[in-house]
């Protein structure tokens, strides 16, 4: 299993440049599914996610090309996807499979919607919490599928087809609002999303349907109406960029006093948590080209900070910050809300000498002058990256163990702090 060396102590100075968020490909590519013409997706990451999800899609049939770059694209492009899902052949999404990545069981609505039946596995629990898949079943309920669960597979038929419905969600989900919609949009007659989630990826899906033909209003708000149609066609769609990764390199920054250019990263898609790195001390300046981050780690303000829904501060930052505030002067407390097991960032953060104290959901992160590299753990993708961001202010040597986690959802991190320069490897085996 790779390793990554990270020697602390440099700070970080020049230019990153942000990914295709991966929380909006994933969606994106199962979108694929809803139509016998073809889907392109430009600035789709590299990731572990993407190539098993391409794996997941290929199994129904879905035939999916990488294509080559174009004239005026370098080495920062994302890749662009052709996804053509003319045949489904298997409307079957077996364990083995979506054990390995939960959004795969998002497979569910449009194999109903345009074959009228599915069987998904259930995708079981992981590391971050329990994660049910309730709300998802509701939104298919109500727009008229039979479920039944057997076997540890969910069975979802609607022979006769989907008909549009109301469907009011007792917590916000953004899985359970992909699938609402993805089914919606060939469901029959108008569906009303009550209490979708309200994040950008949501906002980007609805678009890249809207391309397709579907009819869709109010997606990035609380309420969304679907018209439903009765195919989708061919459309070609760019992935935002990710809005986690931009967070995660600002932190970075911020961590070891730096001063970097997040080119292409957007102001809007991230608000609560630039408004709170400002509110810390960090100076952030929005540009022409990107979001520009500066500012020394040692030197910051603590902060008190609840994750929540979009727009709030989101938790796939949560471990981040946290890495962050392990050397602000004074003591932070930062509250999870979303996952209920999200805190394994926190044993490990511990090991390069943070003070953390966890109480419930509640973490009280008490600001140290020094942290100092040793060998720690991946457990998540999003604490996974909390570790680097500590490494690299630490003193010394850390081993981040396990960086298949960091993989999955961060393109190119060596190669992107490297080139700033950042003293960080990867050790093979
Ligand atoms: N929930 C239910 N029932 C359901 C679905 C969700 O109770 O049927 C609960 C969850 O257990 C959780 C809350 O609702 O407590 C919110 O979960 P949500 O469904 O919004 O999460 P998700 O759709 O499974 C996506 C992202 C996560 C991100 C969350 C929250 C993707 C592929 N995944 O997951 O991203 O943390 O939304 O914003 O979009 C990551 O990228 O590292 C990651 C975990």
Partial sequence: MDRIRIRGGRALK????IS???????????VSLLTEETLVLDNVPQLADVMLLQRILGNHGVDVTVAGKRAGEGENSGQTLQLSAKNIVDTTAPYHLVSKMRASFWVIGPLVARMGEARVSMPGGCSIGTRPVDLHLDALKALGAAI??????VLARAKQGLRGARIHFQKTSVGATHTALLTAALARGESVIENAAQEPEIGDVAACLQKMG??????????????GV????????????????TGTYAMATAMTGGDVMLLGARTELLEAPLQ?????GVEITKTNEGIRIKRDGAGLAPVEVSTAPFPGFPTDLQAQLMALMTRARGTSKITETIFENRFMHVQELARLGARIHLDGETATIEGVEKLKGAPVMATDLRASVSLVIAALAAEGETIVHRVYHLDRGFERLEQKLARCGAAIERVAG
Wanted: charged share 25%; glycine share 8%; no cysteine.
């Fill in 14 to 17: 020049g230019e990153i440049p």
């Fill in 20 to 30: 295709g968020a991966k929380n909006a490909a994933l969606p994106l590519m199962i």
């Fill in 148 to 153: 039944d669960i057997e076997e540890g597979y």
């Fill in 214 to 227: 579907a009819k869709i209003e109010g997606a990035g708000t609380s309420t969304i109406r679907v018209q």
């Fill in 230 to 245: 009765e195919r989708l066609h061919a459309a070609r769609h760019a992935v935002l960029p990710d809005r986690i990764e």
């Fill in 276 to 280: 709170l790195l400002a509110s810390a």
